[in-house]
């Protein structure tokens, strides 16, 4: 039997905030390139990418 539509999205969103987690760990070890390439990720990963890449400074 598959997953009603409201667990996936239940379990979507937690990997999604797990994911989003790992990355702003590693955040203060990326160079400018970097940064460039996580913006990316996180503009295809979530809706609310311009405002993480705003609070996170990836982008000037």
């Not at 539509?5 to 905030?17: D, F, L, P, T, V």
């Not at 295809?44 to 000037?60: N, Y």
Request: aromatic share 4%.
């Amino acid at each position: 039997m598959s997953l009603s539509e409201r667990k996936k999205e239940i379990n979507s969103r937690r990997k999604r905030h797990e994911q989003l987690a790992r990355m702003k760990a590693k955040l203060p070890t990326l160079d400018e390139a970097g940064k460039a390439v996580f913006a990316a990720k996180l503009r295809r990963m979530t809706p609310g990418a311009e405002q993480l890449i705003r609070d996170w400074g990836l982008e000037k």
